[in-house]
């Protein structure tokens, strides 16, 4: 190893030790102790024998190793093309240094054709050098392709531009690859009119490019169903007199002969009753249930006869079918009513029904006669009244009566049971004492007691039972036997609402 005064001493020679050269042992350079003739340039020893050379990937350039590598260190290089001797892509293979990328438009391998050395992305372009077609570049990514507006096309962009001037174009429908509707749109190219049929969009179906009004026309073609021209604008739609239906002609119509109708139900949209109306086809008969004009709430399209039966679409009462004629109605042993049937049964089930005695019009006997209904039994008491005058329909106890007649005034206090008058189980009773009839001495005559009853003084009298017959009259008590001047007047001192005789 050199000291440092063999280091400043090779230094005459005019090669400096300098860098990895220092530490380098002399007979490796010096062979065989010969010091004359020792090459000074890098590639004369560095050449794979005397000292490692470039190896076999390295890429072609001159062999002047300092122009990219350092003295320091072997691996410690700097670049520059200009030692380079072979073509970019000798090296800009995407393997020894970034080659073209995926991306990349076709082109030939020469890249100094559009780079430069001095500056990778700074690309002077020449159409003649591209290898590819347009669209290989021009693919909205690597350069501007076709808009989103563009017509579809093969990508042979040339068919219609060209490179000196894109704006140029040559149209022909040939070089178009989708359907004329691409473009006859109304908004790239005029397209169907807002009175065009309905169609499919494949306008070559009927028009030719060498004469749009050129048509041929075919029923086939046609995408829309019949209305979207037989609207009575375009074609021939449904007259006035047409009946309700969906717009789709075929389902009764056919495109070979227009009169030839074959007719479903199906294809009806209004109800029944809008033919079924006695005018345009047979509707309800003068006989018919009153019901609402739904006719198929009771009947089929598949047989007008086969009839399911639903209450809810009748209109009319219960009698007005239910009247024995058209339907079973009330039976001779039925009580006596003014109520609708419903008013008492359900559609769903005749029986068991529910009562309501306010539609009765009979006599409550009528019914409660002990066979039709509960009736009196032995041992009730003996009348002619109806039940309503004592029982009450909302419930049968307890009993309540009032006397309407003449003969039994007001309702003589509570105090006064039935009994102490109706001694037997009769409604009626014979006067106690009858010849005071219908006053109240006929029964209270027993009761009267003539020390109260002082009739005039000067001398002192009293009334008699038949003078006092009213006990709810008056008794005044005068001064003499004239009974002209009134000492006391006394008024209905007896009332049949006091609690108490006297």
């Known amino acids: 190893m050199p000291d440092l005064a063999e280091v400043e001493e090779h230094l005459k020679t005019g090669f400096p030790l300098e860098g990895a050269h220092r530490f380098v042992e002399c007979e490796d350079c010096h062979m065989n102790g010969v010091f004359e003739g020792t090459p000074r340039q890098c590639g004369l020893c560095h050449n794979g024998v005397s000292a490692p050379g470039k190896p076999p990937d390295h890429f072609l350039s001159q062999n002047n190793c300092s122009d990219c590598h350092a003295l320091q260190s072997w691996t410690q290089v700097r670049f520059d093309h200009f ?36 500056g990778w992305s700074a690309v002077r372009f020449d159409h003649s050098g591209v ?89 086939a073609s046609v995408t829309g169903n019949c209305f979207s021209c037989h609207n009575g604008a375009t074609a021939v739609g449904k007259p006035a007199t047409h009946m309700p239906t969906t717009n789709i002609c075929e389902d009764c119509h056919l495109t070979s002969t227009w009169t030839s109708i074959r007719f479903d139900h199906a294809a009806t949209t209004a109800s029944c009753f809008t033919c079924h109306n006695g005018t345009t086809a047979a509707g309800k008969h003068a006989t018919h249930i009153a019901s609402v004009n739904m006719c198929d709430d009771c009947h089929v399209t598949s047989s007008w006869t086969n009839v399911r039966f639903d209450h809810g679409a009748v209109t009319g009462s219960c009698s007005s079918c239910h009247n024995g004629t058209t339907a079973t109605g009330k039976g001779p042993l039925h009580i006596a009513t003014t109520g609708e049937c419903d008013a008492c049964h359900t559609t769903l089930a005749w029986i068991p029904a529910t009562f309501d ?122 001064t003499d036997s004239s009974l002209t001047t009134i000492k006391e007047r006394r008024n209905s001192n007896h009332r049949v609402s006091d609690r108490d005789w006297d």
Request: glycine fraction near 8%; proline fraction near 5%.
């Open 357 to 478: 005695h306010d539609t009765i019009t009979g006599s409550c006997s009528s019914c409660h006669n002990g066979s039709t209904a509960t009736g009196k039994p032995p041992s009730h008491f003996v009348t002619s009244l109806q039940c309503g005058d004592c029982h009450r329909t909302t419930a049968w106890l307890p009993i309540l009566f009032s006397h309407t007649s003449p003969s039994y005034p007001g309702d003589h206090g509570s105090g006064v049971g039935c009994t102490d008058c109706h001694t037997t189980n009769s409604q009626t009773i014979a006067w106690q004492f009858g010849a005071y009839q219908p006053d109240c001495a006929a029964c209270h005559a027993g009761d009267y007691r003539s020390d109260p009853h002082k009739k005039h003084e000067n001398p002192d009298v009293r009334y008699t039972v038949a003078e006092l017959r009213d006990c709810t009259g008056s008794c005044h008590i005068y």
């Open 83 to 118: 030692s380079a001797t072979g073509t970019c892509m000798s090296c800009h293979d995407g393997r020894r240094a970034t080659g073209k990328s995926p991306t990349h438009i076709q082109s030939s391998n020469n890249c100094g054709d559009c780079h430069s050395t001095v």
């Open 131 to 219: 290898a590819g077609n347009c669209v290989s570049c021009h693919n909205g990514t690597t350069a501007q392709g076709k808009s989103a507006l563009h017509m579809p096309t093969t990508n042979i962009c040339e068919d219609c531009h060209r490179t000196t001037s894109w704006l140029i174009v040559r149209f022909d429908h040939a070089a178009a690859t989708a359907s004329c509707f691409t473009c006859h749109n109304g908004t790239t190219a005029p397209g169907k009119t807002p009175t065009h049929i309905a169609s499919s969009n494949t306008c070559d179906d009927c028009h030719v490019t060498s004469n749009w009004a050129n048509v041929s026309f075919d029923h």
